[in-house]
């Protein structure tokens, strides 16, 4: 076997070797005397090609490369939670503690610390007949997760020996089994998997069930389900990163992914300080028990910010083994692309759209369908579902990559401009965006919220449609020619945007809202297009209604009415149909 | 390491290619002597066994293929970096031009950096008081951030730039040390003078470093000059403990070279033939801005770049945008309407300002009082559409309003004067002024207690 070859040539992340080797392809591999993390990409008779994933400023030819033997993998078992790891599952608080405040290269540390002590609780017994996937220790990871220890989906066989409950590291070996050819193996809580191979499930569910996200024109409008897949595309300055932070933050799934793929710093700190300190509304644990941040930062190695976007997949589909609901927020898979197209180009490869590789759209759509609510191996549920932020040149989503996306994901958040440039946030615009699950989670909708959702959130569709329609006639001729059952619609529409599609997430009562009170909003805003409808029809004038304030105070309702007070908003119902008394009395 | 190459294999604009190189590294600096007389450095941009091409910095004029030494350094671009550096004046690539003799150090710094750890950064909170309306009242701009100056030619970046280093105050901490790096790519003789008479004038010049690559020195200076000025700005903000503020301009001109260099290396180029790794490059600029746990100092940059035909979608502009936090951005037709300064808020924005303000930073009805701007203005721009097609005695009541408040605010607010000083107070007080020429009905982006407390009661 030759499992080492000699550096030939350098073209920034790129590196050549000359002569034949016998380098597996997406095999990892260490560069030169720093040892470097690399991974094979193309094998050739004479010439083997690899992406480095630290700087290769310094690197010689005549380096030696040596080849690992295993594909580029993730360490997966306790410590995960509650961390930050760059591209390739290197944890940066330990690189930190080793190299200082700046990321040196060849930095060699364990992916998780091998020295903590698990308090470990050993599920099986000896004689048991376990497979892939069967749970054989319980460890509590953080306050709010327990993690499941697992047999490998590759391995199946007779328990012969379990290690008592106990504290135990992750690389001390808790049970012993046989395998069906007679031999022994260990088992301990680490194990590892390739980071482009999808982990084996038992079969996939149909979407069912809504992620609440506690943003309403997320769960009203535009739902997603558990196991979805949604596209954030938007220009610089819409709200993306915003955004998918609401949903981080506040969203039902058990544990969040967080994948900082090619942006900013200071962002990736802002998240580590922020959900340090914030309070998950279900447990009461902060936010970072139940997070794992994987930060690429624009300025590190860009085959790195390639492999992110994997890594992350990979630690979500191992948490979903366990059961749990696990949601990726990718920002932004527009990074990914473009690393991909610096690799390509590096590589000298045909071009196709705009200078991206021709491979975008099948990688694009591998990506995206490695989410979907599962049942695993062991017969427990979980589910992936995976937000991704797309950043479009120039905001123009006719681009390859949205494009692309838009193919494979089936809710489509499409951020907007002018919105933004308003202050209107989220500035989700309710005309471009769509949502293919609304049909699959009505069941779950009228069963768990409301038999009337569904109808109320399509008649308030309705309403900012006609509003849009309305409005082309608006900018030609002005407001006032209108007739005054239009003005009205125009009213409510502006009633339903500010009052209802808007959410101030610094207010901390808007920040998160519950499906319950959505619903309460709704039912309120329409019970007002109802009680103003029947004033207009009986020949009251618009300015007649609009003197009476009660618009400006159905707006201010996600702020006057506290969470924990839902009750309050009955009581509009009643200052509605005082307004209508009012208005009739003075107008009779 | 001794070795001296003779001759050369090709010179092809800026590159040059020398075959028969031993023990060289990826990105290394050779030193050329020309005629034994010019000297000349350049970088290995690829390598291939013992052939290396070569990025000359100074130009490859006066290069033949017999005539030129070639030496390997056995370093990465480095630059002796002191605190003597305040004050002075250098090339693109760090050579003092100002005739008051080298910068004598041992401490030589790679000029490439490396990535700031996020674990060790600390989230930048405290916002720098610029004196100007439009920036610190709507898109304030934090210690430690990057934000750009999104421009176009002709526009008055220069002065804005210029404004903000006079009146960007500290604060009262007066133990808090400021000094400003300055990094010019590819700007012109007169641009370079303005800014050295502002320094000047204004008695910081003793706190400024200028990197100076003008429009007619070597391209490939370029694509250092913001490097070796970065280097020296996380010296002098993470050793010696200074509050930098960096100006680099004119980042097209960077990405001009860049452009330049990667079509003579026969890269596949990608958007508008710029390179694939655009993105990467402008990164691990602008990403070099921030604060480190436990320094004192801070870096915030200050980019300036022209939109090549006010396009806003140019794959440059559109690049930062993606990367820096927030942008600033200038326009015509407010320019043309005598405003200074002309800054369109509607797209510009700062990200880090949510953090920096409100009670205890500025004052609690910062955010409220911005975002209700925003939106006043945005629809400034409705209610103009609309008269120019109705025509303005047409429009309705509140229409006109509005038209009233968008004439106010440009001239007022946006508008003031390039000395023009205004306090946090000033400027939020003004604000709540311009928004009194609204019915109070309109302001739907503010919290009903705070309209309560701010709102100018009228005499009617």
């Known amino acids: 076997m030759n499992n080492t070859g000699t550096i030939y040539g350098i073209n920034g992340p790129v590196i050549y070797l000359k002569g034949k080797t016998d380098f597996k392809m997406s095999e990892m591999v260490h560069v030169g005397e720093e040892k470097l993390v690399g991974e094979v990409i193309a094998l050739d008779k004479d010439l083997t090609t690899i992406q480095v994933y630290e700087e290769t400023s310094g690197l010689k030819p005549g380096e030696i490369v040596e080849a690992t033997g295993s594909a580029v993998s993730v360490t997966l078992a306790p410590g995960i939670l509650d961390n930050i790891f760059d591209g390739i599952e290197r944890p940066l608080e330990r690189i930190a503690d080793t190299g200082g405040a700046f990321v040196t290269r060849g930095v060699s540390v364990s992916a998780l610390d091998t020295d903590r002590l698990w308090d470990t609780h050993i599920t099986v017994a000896e004689g048991d007949i376990v497979q892939g996937g069967t749970i054989i220790a319980e460890v509590p990871e953080t306050r709010a997760i327990k993690h499941k220890c697992m047999v490998p989906p590759d391995i199946s066989g007779k328990v012969v020996s379990v290690v008592p409950d106990g504290t135990y590291t992750i690389s001390d070996t808790l049970v012993t089994l046989e395998l069906a050819d007679g031999t022994a193996k260990d088992l301990s809580m680490t194990q590892y998997w390739p980071i482009r191979v999808p982990r084996p499930v038992h079969h996939r569910y149909p979407a069912s069930v809504p992620l609440i996200t506690g943003q309403r024109i997320l769960d009203t409008m535009f739902p997603i389900a558990k196991g979805g897949t949604a596209a954030i595309p938007g220009g610089f300055g819409t709200g993306k990163t915003m955004t998918q932070h609401q949903i981080a933050k506040w969203s039902d799934a058990d544990i969040i992914i967080y994948i900082g793929c090619g942006e900013r710093g200071n962002e990736m700190t802002q998240v580590l300080e922020e959900f340090g300190e914030l309070v998950d509304p279900k447990s009461g644990n902060p936010l970072m028990d139940r997070t794992t941040l994987i930060a690429n930062?624009?300025?590190?190695?860009?085959?790195?910010?390639?492999?992110?976007?994997?890594?992350?997949?990979?630690?979500?589909?191992?948490?979903?083994?366990?059961?749990?609901?696990?949601?990726?927020?990718?920002?932004?898979?527009?990074?990914?692309?473009?690393?991909?197209?610096?690799?390509?180009?590096?590589?000298?490869?045909?071009?196709?759209?705009?200078?991206?590789?021709?491979?975008?759209?099948?990688?694009?759509?591998?990506?995206?369908?490695?989410?979907?609510?599962?049942?695993?191996?062991?017969?427990?549920?979980?589910?992936?579902?995976?937000?991704?932020?797309?950043?479009?040149?120039?905001?123009?989503?006719?681009?390859?990559?949205?494009?692309?996306?838009?193919?494979?994901?089936?809710?489509?958040?499409?951020?907007?401009?002018?919105?933004?440039?308003?202050?209107?946030?989220?500035?989700?615009?309710?005309?471009?965006?769509?949502?293919?699950?609304?049909?699959?989670?009505?069941?779950w909708y009228s069963d768990h919220v409301s038999p009337k959702f569904v109808d109320y959130r399509n008649r308030m569709m309705a309403l900012l449609n006609q509003e849009s329609s309305l409005m082309e006639i608006v900018k030609l001729i002005g407001g006032d020619v209108l007739p005054d059952d239009q003005k009205l619609i125009l009213e409510i529409a502006k009633v339903i945007r500010l009052g209802f599609l808007q959410q101030n997430a610094f207010h901390k009562d808007d920040t998160c809202v519950s499906m319950e009170k959505q619903f309460k909003m709704m039912d309120v805003i329409l019970y007002l297009y109802k009680t103003c409808r029947k004033l207009v029809a009986m020949g009251m004038p618009m300015s007649v209604l609009k003197a009476e304030n009660i618009f400006e105070k159905v707006i201010a309702i996600k702020y006057d009415v506290p969470n924990n007070n839902i009750q309050m908003l009955d009581m509009y119902k009643i200052d509605i149909d005082n307004f209508y008394n009012r208005v009739l009395e003075k107008n009779a | 390491m001794g070795i001296e190459y003779l001759g050369l294999s090709s010179v092809n604009g800026p590159l040059v290619v020398l075959e028969g190189v031993q023990d060289a590294f990826f990105d290394e600096i050779v030193e050329f002597v020309i005629d034994s007389s010019t000297r000349k450095m350049g970088r290995i941009v690829e390598l291939y066994e013992d052939r290396a091409v070569i990025q000359v910095f100074e130009g490859t004029e006066n290069m033949s293929l017999q005539n030129t030494h070639t030496k390997l350094t056995g370093h990465p671009m480095e630059i002796a970096v002191s605190p003597d550096m305040l004050g002075r004046t250098f090339n693109g690539i760090g050579q003092p031009i100002d005739g008051l003799g080298p910068i004598v150090s041992d401490d030589m710094r790679d000029v490439n950096g490396l990535p700031l750890n996020p674990v060790r950064r600390e989230y930048p909170r405290n916002y720098i008081r610029t004196g100007i309306s439009a920036i610190d009242g709507l898109t304030t701009l934090i210690r430690g951030q990057k934000l750009p100056i999104f421009s176009g030619n002709g526009l008055p970046h220069d002065q804005l730039a210029a404004q903000i280093v006079k009146q960007a105050s500290l604060g009262d901490n007066s133990d808090e040390q400021f000094a400003?790096?300055?990094?010019?790519?590819?700007?012109?003789?007169?641009?370079?003078?303005?800014?050295?008479?502002?320094?000047?004038?204004?008695?910081?010049?003793?706190?400024?470093?200028?990197?100076?690559?003008?429009?007619?020195?070597?391209?490939?200076?370029?694509?250092?000059?913001?490097?070796?000025?970065?280097?020296?700005?996380?010296?002098?903000?993470?050793?010696?403990?200074?509050?930098?503020?960096?100006?680099?301009?004119?980042?097209?001109?960077?990405?001009?070279?860049?452009?330049?260099?990667?079509?003579?290396?026969?890269?596949?180029?990608?958007?508008?033939?710029?390179?694939?790794?655009?993105?990467?490059?402008?990164?691990?600029?602008?990403?070099?801005?921030?604060?480190?746990?436990?320094?004192n100092g801070s870096v915030t940059q200050l980019p300036i770049l022209t939109m090549p035909n006010d396009d806003i979608t140019h794959p440059i502009p559109d690049l930062t945008g993606y990367i820096t936090e927030g942008q600033v951005v200038l326009d015509r037709s407010l320019h043309g309407q005598a405003i200074y300064p002309p800054i369109s808020i509607l797209p510009s924005l700062s990200r880090l300002m949510k953090d920096g303000i409100g009670a205890g930073y500025t004052r609690e009805d910062h955010q409220d009082l911005a975002n209700q701007l925003f939106s006043a203005y945005a629809k400034v721009g409705e209610a103009r559409n609309l008269a120019s097609v109705i025509g303005e005695d047409e429009l309705s009541p509140i229409d006109k309003q509005y038209l009233k408040f968008g004439e106010e605010f440009e001239h007022h607010y946006i508008g003031q004067g390039p000395a023009e000083n205004r306090s946090m107070m000033e400027t939020l007080d003004l604000g709540w002024k311009l928004l009194s020429l609204l019915p109070k009905e309109e302001l739907d982006r503010i919290d009903t207690k705070i309209i309560d407390k701010y709102y100018p009661q009228k005499a009617e």
């Not at chain 1, 300025?299 to 990726?328: C, F, H, K, Q």
């Open chain 2, 180 to 295: 400003v790096v300055f990094g010019a790519m590819g700007v012109k003789h007169d641009v370079a003078d303005f800014f050295q008479k502002t320094f000047e004038e204004s008695g910081v010049a003793d706190h400024v470093c200028m990197f100076l690559n003008l429009a007619n020195d070597p391209v490939v200076e370029r694509l250092i000059t913001p490097k070796v000025a970065l280097t020296v700005a996380e010296y002098l903000a993470f050793e010696l403990n200074m509050h930098i503020l960096v100006i680099l301009t004119d980042m097209t001109s960077f990405a001009e070279a860049m452009r330049e260099v990667s079509s003579s290396k026969g890269e596949i180029p990608s958007r508008k033939g710029y390179p694939g790794y655009l993105y990467s490059e402008l990164a691990t600029l602008y990403e070099r801005a921030g604060i480190i746990e436990g320094a």
């Open chain 1, 297 to 443: 930062t624009s300025n590190m190695p860009v085959a790195a910010r390639e492999a992110s976007i994997y890594t992350g997949l990979t630690l979500a589909e191992y948490y979903r083994d366990m059961g749990y609901d696990v949601a990726i927020m990718a920002d932004s898979t527009s990074r990914w692309a473009e690393a991909l197209r610096e690799l390509s180009g590096r590589l000298e490869e045909m071009p196709a759209e705009e200078g991206f590789p021709a491979y975008l759209a099948s990688r694009l759509s591998a990506f995206y369908e490695r989410a979907g609510m599962m049942q695993t191996l062991n017969g427990n549920m979980g589910s992936v579902s995976i937000i991704g932020a797309v950043s479009p040149q120039g905001g123009d989503f006719s681009e390859p990559v949205t494009q692309n996306t838009k193919r494979f994901v089936r809710c489509f958040w499409g951020l907007d401009k002018s919105l933004a440039y308003s202050r209107h946030f989220p500035a989700i615009h309710w005309l471009t965006s769509y949502s293919e699950y609304l049909n699959d989670l009505s069941g």
